[in-house]
């Protein structure tokens, strides 16, 4: 293990000395059998945004292929995104860097000389596993675009860098909102309205090589709560998604942006948009890096349906948050949305 990797084996061991001990039991099958690595070839929805900016026919064929995708899928890759490949290869650069700090200065970041982040940005595994299968072989920095500013400059370079990458992604994901609402009737500012800088997050994910895979996974399956998330994700893969009751490896492309559809969406959308379930695969042998931007609303912000009937009760994205909060530290995991089914 190298100093600057979480010592997961240590600070979990009673889930790895409890897993080995149950290893026979029916229990422990199912769930192993869940997590079994083998998964579908497909290749996802690619869609040319530069068609936007044409104007006419091209344009809203290009409107169209986003809502068909998000309907169909829930997933889909974007080129001619606006960002740079010098930006997304700086911030690759400068987010290893940071990643490759000894743990210690990791986890007390806040004041550290070159770690200045802001306080408990920086999260590794899962605090609230209760088995094996429910723990998470990855480590995050998890930054608020309000504090951006606040991280260290001084030897990384890495908040200008992520002041460039939050300024283009923020607005293209507003951007693909707008688009979205259109193509389901309705006006496009409720996003701008909703979701705030101080709500909406990046979030740079580091999957050290991990040696008890496939009984751990770099991140367990789950939905993300956000309306939209925009993720880069480097050459190793592991990334998969659940589509028909079946896994799906998304193929890592370092030019292309992950779009994926959030809870949010699909409620406020009265189901027409899908959030689907996605976790990624640990790897023996190399590390995974990714950047991920996720949309979010105010605490007070309403979800309810914008079509003439709903799925899902009306609900506060504070009191969403909270379910889900409550749910994965009782049971381990998150439920989501079908806490909100009327």
């Known amino acids: 293990m190298e100093p600057f990797d979480p010592p997961f084996q240590q600070f979990y061991k009673n889930l790895f000395d409890n897993h080995f001990i149950d290893q026979s039991s029916p229990k422990t099958n199912q769930i192993e ?6 998964a579908s070839e497909f290749e996802l929805p690619l869609i040319d945004l530069s068609r936007l900016n044409h104007g006419g026919f091209d344009c809203e064929q290009c409107k169209r292929e986003i809502a068909e995708a998000s309907q169909q899928w829930g997933f889909f ?10 930006i997304l290869e700086k911030m690759r650069h400068e987010q290893v860097k940071a990643f490759k700090k000894p743990f210690h200065d990791k986890v007390n970041g806040n004041g550290h000389r070159e770690l200045n982040f802001p306080a408990d940005s920086y999260r590794w595994g899962t605090p609230s596993a209760t088995c094996l299968q429910q723990l998470a072989w990855s480590e995050a920095f998890h930054v608020p675009l309000t504090e951006i500013s606040t991280v260290a400059d001084a ?9 460039q990458y939050a300024t283009i992604v923020s607005n293209l994901a507003e951007k693909l909102a707008e688009i979205l609402a259109e193509k389901l009737g309705q006006t496009s500012d409720f996003f701008k309205k ?3 800088p101080s709500m909406c ?3 740079m994910s580091r999957y050290p090589p991990c040696p008890v895979t496939p009984q751990v996974l770099g991140l367990m399956p789950h939905t993300d709560s956000d309306f939209l998330t925009i993720l880069h994700q480097d050459q190793v893969g592991g990334l998969q998604l659940q589509k028909n009751g079946k896994w799906i490896n998304v193929h ?4 292309t942006l992950l779009v994926i559809i959030g809870d949010l969406f699909q409620a406020w959308s009265d189901g027409v948009y899908k959030s689907l379930e996605h976790r990624v695969v640990a790897n023996k042998q190399y590390e995974r890096f990714s950047t991920a931007y996720f949309l979010c609303p105010s605490y007070e912000t309403v979800i309810e349906s914008c079509g003439e009937s709903s799925v899902y009760r009306r609900f506060s994205f504070r009191e969403f948050r909270q379910q889900v909060q409550d749910d994965v530290k009782r049971f381990g995991h998150k439920i989501g949305l079908s806490r909100f089914i009327l």
């Open 33 to 38: 059998a869940f997590h079994e690595v083998e």
């Open 77 to 86: 890759q974007v080129v001619n995104h606006g960002i740079s490949w010098e």
């Open 155 to 163: 030897a990384t370079g890495l908040s200008t860098t992520m002041k």
């Open 194 to 196: 909703n979701c705030v």
């Open 201 to 203: 997050y990046i979030r």
């Open 252 to 255: 890592p492309n370092q030019e």
